[in-house]
Nanobody, 115 residues
Framework: QVQLAEYGGGLVQPGGSLRLSCTAS????????MGWYRQAPGKQRELVAI???????NYAESVKGRFTISRDNPKNTVYLQMNSLKPEDTAVYYC?????????WGQGTQVTVSS
């Protein structure tokens, strides 16, 4: 099973930026759908952004125009650039890989937006 390792969370002030990265342990990354999800305390996990193997993207309405998902296939890595962060973006962010009927989750990385 592919393993996903996430990096880049932390504490940032409102209006600030962070970039999350997620690296997969093998090359099935290149043909997989990659996504970022988040879960705030007391809330369900929700989709933030998703990117197909061909580069088609989709975003939650709440992050459109502020967040950008991208992927570097030679590095088996997907990124989430987060700009203009708001306190309501505070959550644990999870990387997700889907290939057919199988999928994997990263361990999650905490993003806290606070002054």
């Amino acid at each position: 099973q592919v393993q996903l390792a996430e990096y880049g969370g932390g504490l940032v002030q409102p209006g600030g930026s962070l970039r999350l990265s997620c690296t997969a342990s093998n090359n099935i990354f290149k043909i997989s759908v990659m996504g970022w999800y988040r879960q705030a305390p007391g809330k369900q996990r929700e989709l933030v952004a998703i990117m197909s193997s061909g580069g088609v993207t989709n975003y939650a309405e709440s992050v459109k125009g502020r967040f950008t998902i991208s992927r570097d296939n030679p590095k088996n890595t997907v990124y989430l650039q987060m700009n203009s962060l708001k306190p309501e973006d505070t959550a644990v962010y999870y990387c997700n890989l889907v290939l057919g009927d199988s999928g994997s989750w990263g361990q999650g990385t905490q993003v806290t937006v606070s002054s």
